[in-house]
């Protein structure tokens, strides 16, 4: 089936959908039987998407799981109610106290604080790698270590990961790879053809799309299927059926939205890069962006997400930058059809194998479906009032 018809009719089975073109949204918590036999038929078939209990899922739900199963390659999928409770849901289903874990240094900011504040307090612990270390991962394994876990690009810095060569040398000492997939989409990079045990999203950004809800998805191999949604059913995870419905929706025009995101984000970067203010863009399409090699090899396209890099680190000035602007809202997320803005400081405060050193602070962009021209305008006023205070 080619990418456009699995996109558009994925998840659709008629035991979901009843006849109608969109699954159903079905608000369940109790599910009833008339027959001892049914019941244990329900609970045995739980997860092949027969419902017997509403937080182990119901028709809307499992339409999704499929739906990212099939996008992504996997036999399971387990969804949760935010990308960052998708992410605590896998690692503690596979991690216990006195184990070890290997974490990309430049990785979504709760994912550390995760790792600092709930795991190292359980016993797990944690070591933090360069992001392109590739195949010299190995050096780092210890006999303890049970997960590597990796996002690429690294969510503000953009370092693309070699995913193959950290999932070579993790497999040849039986450790887990877990992959937050964010950025790449099912559609833009698939994690298992290269190698990856897991594959996460925080299905909030692009495959809703709309910001209006907050997901989260985990989809593996067979061999990990029962452990990872028994645990996560067992930490109380489930995902709201009207995010589950929004999340489906979202699917049909991910490949239309993709499209435009990256063609949009590559004319606003390609202009910002001649800006005098700007020291550096940070876009896995640049060869100036650290692994763009890798990302050419590996990844079949981009979206709206870069970073840039300013020369002057006034923070006045960069208060007047971002207050002046009108299409562009500071907000804490991405993937949704407008664009956004957000200033970091103090990066080098979230790094411990890597050092991180700029003249000013990094800028999050996030481009969205408006017309390029206009955020460009939007920009060069945003920047004549930061020059005005500098």
């Given amino acids: 089936m080619k990418k456009d018809t699995l996109i558009a009719t994925t998840g659709r089975n008629p035991e979901f959908t009843h006849g109608s073109v969109n699954t159903p949204v079905y608000h369940t918590s109790t599910v009833t039987f008339d027959t001892v036999k049914d019941m244990k038929r329900a609970i045995?078939?739980?997860?092949?998407?027969?419902?017997?209990?509403?937080?182990?899922?119901?028709?809307?739900?499992?339409?999704?799981?499929?739906?990212?199963?099939?996008?992504?390659?996997?036999?399971?999928?387990?969804?949760?109610?935010?990308?960052?409770?998708?992410?605590?849901?896998?690692?503690?289903?596979?991690?216990?106290?006195?184990?070890?874990?290997?974490?990309?240094?430049?990785?979504?900011?709760?994912?550390?604080?995760?790792?600092d504040k709930v795991l190292l307090r359980m016993g797990v612990e944690v070591s933090y790698f360069d992001p392109l270390i590739g195949a010299g991962i190995a050096d780092l394994i210890r006999e303890n270590t049970r997960i590597v876990f990796v996002e690429s690009p690294c969510s503000l810095t953009m370092e693309i990961i070699d995913i193959p060569a950290i999932t070579k040398a993790?497999?040849?000492?039986?450790?887990?790879?877990?992959?937050?997939?964010?950025?790449?989409?099912?559609?833009?990079?698939?994690?298992?053809?290269?190698?990856?045990?897991?594959?996460?999203?925080?299905?909030?950004?692009?495959?809703?799309?709309?910001?209006?809800?907050?997901?989260?998805?985990?989809?593996?191999?067979?061999?990990?299927?029962e452990q990872l949604f028994n645990m996560s059913y067992q930490l109380g995870y489930c995902a709201a059926p009207d995010d589950a419905y929004l999340a489906l929706r979202g699917i049909r025009t991910l490949k239309l939205r993709?499209?435009?995101?990256?063609?949009?984000?590559?004319?606003?970067?390609?202009?910002?890069?001649?800006?005098?203010?700007?020291?550096?863009?940070?876009?896995?399409?640049?060869e100036t962006c650290p692994g763009h090699d890798i990302f050419k090899r590996d990844f079949t396209g981009g979206n709206?997400?870069?970073?840039?890099?300013?020369?002057?680190?006034?923070?006045?000035?960069?208060?007047?930058?971002?207050?002046?602007?009108h299409h562009f809202k500071m907000g804490f997320s991405w993937g949704g059809y407008e664009s956004l803005i957000l200033p970091y400081y103090g990066i080098d405060k979230n790094r411990s194998a890597t050092g991180w050193q700029a003249p000013g602070p990094l800028i999050r962009l996030h481009i969205g479906l408006e017309d390029p021209q206009d955020l460009i305008t939007d920009l060069a006023q945003g920047l004549a009032a930061f020059n005005d205070v500098t």
């Fill in 44 to 115: 045995a078939r739980r997860h092949q998407g027969v419902p017997y209990y509403g937080r182990r899922g119901n028709p809307t739900t499992f339409a999704l799981e499929q739906a990212m199963c099939d996008l992504e390659g996997a036999d399971g999928c387990y969804l949760y109610p935010s990308g960052l409770a998708a992410i605590t849901g896998a690692i503690l289903s596979f991690i216990k106290a006195g184990d070890h874990i290997l974490i990309a240094d430049g990785v979504y900011e709760p994912t550390r604080g995760l790792a």
């Fill in 170 to 225: 993790a497999h040849a000492r039986d450790v887990l790879v877990m992959m937050d997939n964010t950025w790449g989409t099912p559609l833009h990079f698939k994690p298992f053809d290269h190698g990856v045990d897991f594959s996460i999203h925080a299905a909030t950004k692009y495959i809703v799309g709309h910001s209006d809800a907050m997901l989260g998805t985990v989809s593996t191999r067979k061999q990990y299927c």
């Fill in 258 to 286: 993709l499209k435009q995101h990256e063609e949009n984000a590559l004319t606003v970067a390609h202009w910002l890069k001649d800006r005098p203010e700007v020291a550096e863009v940070r876009h896995p399409a640049f």
């Fill in 304 to 325: 709206g997400l870069f970073s840039m890099i300013l020369k002057d680190g006034n923070e006045a000035a960069v208060t007047a930058f971002l207050e002046s602007l």
